[in-house]
């Protein structure tokens, strides 16, 4: 069992780069969910997903996309970088209806 | 707006002393609250949690204390090792409805615990 699993572990863009973060489980949790977390601010919720096919907006969405088409995977994508994205990503998932959120090991990105 | 306040930013504790970070929310609705540790490099992981419905939670040497009333809960590290040097976040989440549960979390900004020594 490997968890939740992030790759890049690190990753710098210049502005108006995309690019993909990749997340992935293998414990068949329904809920999957994408935290930044900034110093001095905590952890915030970019996007969450109830399921294959469904996503929904978390405090901070935008300049962010998600798509579910499996259980296992909820990939984030960047538009077009920018600075203020600087930022450690986390990816989370649950069991629908638990109140444990198992976390990756984040993916740190440096947006020069 | 920031609906779950966590203090201190930082706080250095002696060995074997009692570690004390304390959370203030907003919203009455909220109904769960854990608590997450975080190692450096590493992601949060849940470490104690507790709903209104009680007033303290004890698992070792962590426990809860919540007060429904003044809308605030601590988290308390009896007899701190240097072990339990970590970030620690509060949180908070709502019931949805249906079959949903206490999945969207809205975390505090975190504190830096080290204990020395």
């Known amino acids: 069992n490997a968890g939740v699993t992030q790759t890049p572990k690190f990753q710098v863009l210049k502005t108006g780069q995309s690019m993909t973060l990749q997340c992935a489980q293998d414990m068949n949790h329904e809920y999957m969910s994408w935290y930044r977390q900034d110093p001095g601010m905590g952890l915030r919720l970019i996007h969450y997903?109830?399921?294959?096919?469904?996503?929904d907006q978390g405090e901070v969405p935008n300049g962010y996309n998600v798509s579910r088409s499996t259980t296992e995977d909820f990939p984030l994508r960047l538009l077009s970088a920018a600075p203020s994205q600087t930022s450690v990503y986390f990816c989370?998932?649950?069991?629908?209806?638990?109140?444990?959120?198992?976390f990756g090991p984040g993916t740190r990105l440096t947006v020069t | 707006q920031q609906q779950v306040k966590q203090s201190p930013q930082s706080l250095i504790v002696q060995k074997g002393g009692i570690s004390i970070i304390n959370c203030a929310y907003e919203?009455?609705?909220?109904?769960?609250f854990p608590w997450y540790q975080q190692f450096p490099g590493k992601g949060p992981a849940l470490l104690i949690a507790?709903?209104?419905?009680?007033s303290e939670k004890k698992e070792g040497r962590f426990t809860i204390s919540f007060n429904k009333s003044a809308k605030q809960f601590s988290l308390h590290i009896m007899d701190s090792q240097p072990g339990d040097s970590a970030t620690y976040f509060c949180?908070?989440?709502?019931?949805?409805?249906?079959?949903?549960?206490?999945?969207?979390?809205?975390f505090g900004t975190g504190t830096r615990l080290t204990i020395i020594p």
């Open positions: 997903s109830v399921g294959a096919g469904i996503t």
């Open positions: 507790i709903r209104p419905d009680v």
């Open positions: 989370a998932s649950s069991i629908l209806g638990s109140h444990e959120q198992y």
């Open positions: 919203n009455t609705a909220f109904d769960y």
């Open positions: 949180a908070a989440s709502l019931k949805r409805a249906r079959n949903f549960g206490n999945e969207k979390l809205t």
